[in-house]
């Protein structure tokens, strides 16, 4: 087995933030993952000829900017057509408040941006991948305030998310719906991080994605980066069966 990789010494985060972190960080990774789950109404708008990281200093001031957050930068079809933002967020576990209330702060800051560079205003997406234990509460921000029908949701503030649950997706599906090995792997790690078996069922799937002679330099980081991320689970997992 490789050796630890020397980076993660620098993220003093949750295990789950720094391996999102380590392949979200990789444009070609990310650009896979949006092309294998956004709806085709949206892959058909897109100009994926630009798509490079953008500063993630967009999180709100009073809760600090987190690892865990990915912004790239692309642009619609057309002459005159707006950029347009993934944000993408990830989540191994529910958090406390509806998950609007975290992303609507990001999304004003890059309008926000947008407006001062004479851009205009943005098209932003939303990405929220999610592998926690939970179901997750896929819901408007209406549907949080006690009280209100359906007549008065439009008088809240709406807006969706690509949502890639993991949790409800099967490997089987996965296998089916991913082309890229490695990308594959990656999600198989996230999906079955908690599951000893799940993970242990899947490790030909994941480990397929290993070709030392195939993969370029960056493709041997994520690899032993993901080895690393395995490798720290299963340490949990002992630790927690004494």
């Given at each position: 087995m490789?050796?630890?990789?020397?980076?993660?010494?620098?993220?003093?985060v949750p295990v789950h933030d720094c391996i999102f972190k380590i392949f979200m960080s990789q444009s070609e990774i990310a650009l896979q993952l949006i092309r294998t789950f956004a709806p085709l109404h949206l892959?058909?708008?897109?100009?994926?000829?630009?798509?490079?990281?953008a500063p993630t200093a967009h999180a709100d001031e009073q809760s600090g900017t987190t690892l865990s957050d990915m912004v790239y930068q692309s642009r619609l079809k057309g002459k005159d057509a707006a950029d347009a933002f993934f944000l993408i967020?990830?989540?191994?576990?529910?958090?406390?408040?509806?998950?609007?209330?975290?992303?609507?702060?990001?999304?004003?800051?890059i309008w926000r941006?947008?407006?001062?560079?004479?851009?205009?205003l943005d098209f932003i997406v939303?990405?929220?991948?999610?592998?926690?234990?939970a179901a997750w509460p896929h819901q408007p921000l209406a549907a949080h305030i006690k009280g209100l029908t359906k007549q008065q949701y439009n008088f809240v503030v709406h807006f969706d998310y690509l949502f890639i649950n993991l949790r409800d997706t099967s490997e089987e599906?996965?296998?089916?719906?991913?082309?890229s090995a490695l990308l594959l792997s990656w999600?198989?790690?996230?999906?079955?991080?908690?599951?000893?078996?799940?993970l242990t069922r899947n490790l030909p799937r994941i480990?397929?994605?290993?070709?030392?002679?195939?993969?370029?330099?960056?493709?041997?980081?994520?690899?032993r980066s993901l080895v690393w991320y395995i490798k720290k689970n299963s340490t949990a997992w002992a630790t927690k069966s004494k």
């Open positions: 490789p050796q630890d990789v020397t980076p993660f010494s620098l993220y003093r892959l058909k708008v897109m100009d994926f000829s630009i798509f490079q990281s967020e990830h989540k191994s576990y529910i958090p406390e408040h509806p998950i609007q209330l975290q992303l609507v702060g990001y999304i004003c800051h941006n947008g407006l001062i560079n004479n851009r205009g939303p990405v929220v991948l999610y592998h926690g234990e599906t996965l296998a089916k719906k991913v082309s999600l198989l790690a996230l999906k079955f991080a908690r599951d000893l078996e799940g480990v397929a994605s290993m070709d030392g002679e195939a993969l370029d330099a960056g493709e041997q980081l994520l690899w």
